[in-house]
């Protein structure tokens, strides 16, 4: 069944007649849905998909994330994210709590005892007081709260975890005409703070992600170079991951890269990568993992629900 889905809306994704890319557009360019970095554009979109398999020391494990977004105004949106986890426990497993950071990325999910369950229920709001056309820039406010849903045997905190964080979205399509080749260059990026509000023991979090990705749509739409049908809709993609303990044993920084591809076009994203650690400290808790993406752009496909605006 999970296979007839995924090939349905793969056939969707790159056999429907497409029109230009208006999802999470400003100005002539149109932002993905990351692997990991919080898109700053508030979207209406269902990621029925979001899988992470990894190795740890001593084991291995399997999530299958998904999320839901939906706006409520030009400017702002509302969502929800969990995911399923499936854990091959090392024996030394089970001293950490889910972190609601490393929850994006699959850290959360490498230091669960083992087992299988939900991890917590993400609520996220998400406000863009600046959007810049001619800059092709979005600069957003979101706070998530983490409510503890979930199943503590896969790593899931059993308490509430509050998670404010700015978001930017910015594209280089106004670098002067000599450099239209790095026109179709953009670059996204979060800063998030985790605070645990009942449970005073666990410290708070930093987060930080940096993405970059090339679009060739931008570069045959915006810059009038030809490509072929398929290879006109791929965006290659770069991101990086940081997580710092801001008190107590543990204080340092946890550093990942994930690199991928995804195809992009007005109804459906999809996408592909691997993620590894940059640093021992990141390597303690995975050595390498494949993630994807599949991602349902519903305001194109059902617009009486997805251009529907309550507060406008």
């Given at each position: 069944m999970r296979k007839a889905v995924v090939c349905f809306f793969f056939t969707v994704a790159v056999c429907v007649p497409d029109r230009a890319l208006p999802h999470g557009r400003v100005g002539k360019r149109s932002f993905i849905e990351p692997f990991v970095t919080e898109?700053?554009?508030p979207k209406d979109e269902f990621v029925l998909a979001k899988p992470f398999r990894f190795d740890r020391p001593g084991g291995s494990g399997f999530s299958l994330g998904f999320a839901l977004e939906?706006?409520?105004?030009?400017?702002?949106?509302?969502?929800?994210?969990?995911?399923?986890?499936?854990l091959q426990a090392p024996p030394e497993a089970g001293e950490h709590s889910e972190a609601g950071l490393a929850a994006h990325s699959g850290a959360a999910a490498s230091r669960g005892a083992g087992g299988?369950?939900?991890?917590?229920?993400?609520?996220?709001?998400?406000?863009?007081?600046?959007?810049?056309?001619?800059?092709?820039?979005?600069?957003?406010?979101?706070?998530?709260?983490?409510?503890?849903?979930?199943?503590?045997?896969?790593?899931?905190a059993s308490h509430v975890v509050l998670e404010p964080a700015l978001l930017l979205a910015r594209g280089l399509g106004d670098l002067p005409g000599a450099l239209w080749f790095l026109r179709p260059l953009a670059l996204m990026?979060?800063?998030?703070?985790?605070?645990?509000?009942?449970?005073?023991?666990?410290?708070d979090m930093l987060g930080y992600d940096v993405?970059?990705?090339?679009?060739?749509?931008?570069?045959?739409?915006?810059?009038?170079?030809?490509?072929?049908?398929?290879?006109?809709?791929?965006?290659?993609?770069a991101e990086f991951h940081f997580e710092t303990g801001l008190q107590g044993a543990g204080r340092g920084t946890a550093v990942r890269t994930t690199a991928g591809i995804v195809y992009l076009n007005s109804y459906a994203e999809l996408?592909?990568?691997v993620q590894l650690p940059l640093d021992d400290t990141a390597r303690d808790e995975f050595d390498w993992a494949l993630v994807g993406i599949v991602d349902v752009?519903?305001?194109?496909l059902v617009p009486g629900i997805g251009k529907w605006l309550p507060f406008e």
């Open positions: 898109d700053a554009n939906k706006r409520l105004s030009t400017a702002t949106s509302v969502g929800l994210e969990a995911a399923w986890l499936d299988n369950g939900f991890s917590n229920l993400a609520l996220r709001f998400k406000y863009a007081p600046v959007r810049n056309a001619e800059r092709e820039t979005v600069l957003s406010f979101a706070l998530e709260v983490q409510v503890p849903t979930g199943d503590e045997e896969v790593g899931s990026g979060d800063l998030a703070l985790e605070v645990p509000v009942s449970r005073r023991e666990e410290e993405l970059c990705f090339y679009s060739l749509p931008y570069l045959r739409e915006a810059g009038g170079v030809p490509l072929p049908r398929l290879l006109d809709r791929l965006l290659p993609v996408g592909a990568g752009f519903y305001d194109d």
